[in-house]
């Protein structure tokens, strides 16, 4: 015999609907972080992350619409790069450089077999000197 759902239980699911009709104009607004989602439908935090882990098919256009951002966002980067005469072209490889391992982080290794060091007196009397040492120290 199937089990008539009760009151609470049919306004609960009348509830996680409603959320996920709000949730999906807010990304239909241009909201693609949480944050943004949140802000637009006046939602808590745990409410939307509770709503995605109960609607997949919500999430997953969360999901998409985000990669879709930062694929556009990653092309911008590259032309920019391409182009050495646009005005951040330095501004942007930098920012590459900065942020993403590159192939040569791998390879490139320091093969010193004496660390350099350089020693800069210290000011005043009776203070040591400071000593930087540049390469590998030695494990004992």
């Given at each position: ?9 049919l ?66 980067i ?14 942007a ?48």
């Amino acid at each position: 015999m199937k089990r008539i759902p009760r009151e609470k239980e049919l306004a609960a699911q009348e509830r996680k609907s409603e959320l996920s009709i709000i949730i999906q104009a807010a990304m239909r607004e241009g909201c693609l972080t949480k944050a943004q989602i949140c802000k637009a439908s006046k939602l808590k935090m745990h409410e939307l992350n509770r709503v995605f882990l109960n609607d997949k098919e919500l999430y997953a256009m969360f999901q998409v619409r985000r990669r879709t951002l930062s694929d556009i966002a990653a092309d911008n980067i590259v032309d920019i790069i391409s182009n050495k005469e646009h005005p951040s072209h330095f501004a942007a490889t930098k920012f590459v450089l900065q942020k993403y391992k590159s192939d040569l982080d791998g390879t490139l290794e320091s093969h010193e077999v004496n660390p350099m060091e350089v020693e800069i007196p210290g000011s005043g009397k009776g203070n040591k000197p400071t000593i930087i040492r540049f390469g590998k120290t030695d494990k004992k």
